[in-house]
């Protein structure tokens, strides 16, 4: 999304920066949350996730800071949204701050360090500055992304509960995570949509129909949910193929824009 809302792309940048945002940042962060929360029920598209050892504490750590001392060759701003991205993944892991078991604080830290903050880094890496739209989009993607995000949290609860982290679904229930879908989806379709009409209209037109169709059959399978181990399969899938379905878009709205695949027919029309 950074890279489609710049209004230039430095590709290969932009590549490296895409590795190290989800290879050094993202996968650094998932395994330092995966090693503090030692799951043994179904977590991340994981039905039997593997135990974590000290080693793993370390190399998650180590794989950030590279990825953040990488972040500074790329400028102050680059590196001052990586740093934050990184610290909010800390705040989130660690059991000196465990911001994961405040459900206001965990929708705060993955919305500003995996949504928010990546399509800053996306546009910075392509070789732009940050603009309005792009803060308008950024802060829908978050939120289209945040809208998922508590649904794995039901099938947690009970571990969550042992470990004494108040996770937004141990807080608010199934209900209340099927209602925070509604309100996030829609409203991050709409910001989506607002900062991408601004420089694609016709894309931006087509998404918000697209993505309104695709809500409302995510919002029926949420709503069959009844918090047993037996769905969690069916879940994962369904949030493995919305990420998957987001992705694709954006990836052919980039190769069309910036010629990735050389001048097409659609290109007169995006």
Not at 2 to 8: F, I, N, P
């Amino acid at each position: 999304m950074g890279g489609l809302m710049a209004d230039q792309m430095n590709t290969s940048q932009f590549w490296l920066q895409f590795l190290n945002i989800h290879v050094l940042l993202f996968g650094g962060a998932t395994a330092f949350n995966s090693y503090w929360d030692k799951d043994e029920g179904p977590i991340g598209g994981l039905k039997n996730p593997p135990k974590m050892t000290e080693w793993m504490r370390m190399a998650s750590l180590i794989m950030m800071f590279l990825g953040w001392l990488w972040a500074l060759f790329f400028g102050v701003i680059y590196f001052a949204v990586y740093g934050v991205s990184l610290l909010l993944f800390w705040l989130y892991s660690t059991p000196l701050a465990r911001w994961k078991s405040h459900p206001q604080l965990s929708l705060v830290a993955i919305a500003v360090s995996t949504g928010f903050n990546s399509v800053l880094l996306g546009c910075i890496a392509a070789g732009e500055s940050i603009s309005l739209p792009v803060i308008i989009s950024a802060l829908g993607a978050s939120l289209i992304l945040l809208s998922l995000y508590p649904v794995s949290q039901i099938y947690q609860m009970k571990q969550d509960i042992i470990r004494g982290d108040r996770t937004f679904a141990v807080e608010y229930g199934a209900d209340g995570v099927k209602f925070f879908f509604i309100v996030s989806y829609l409203f991050g379709m709409i910001f989506f949509s607002a900062g991408l009409l601004q420089i694609y209209p016709y894309p931006a037109v087509i998404f918000f129909i697209l993505g309104l169709i695709t809500g409302v059959i995510l919002l029926r399978l949420l709503l069959r949910l009844k918090g047993m181990e037996s769905e969690y399969s069916s879940v994962m899938k369904m949030k493995f193929m919305a990420s998957l379905s987001f992705v694709i878009f954006l990836i052919i709205l980039n190769a069309v824009r910036y010629e990735w695949i050389g001048d097409t027919v659609l290109k007169s029309y995006f």
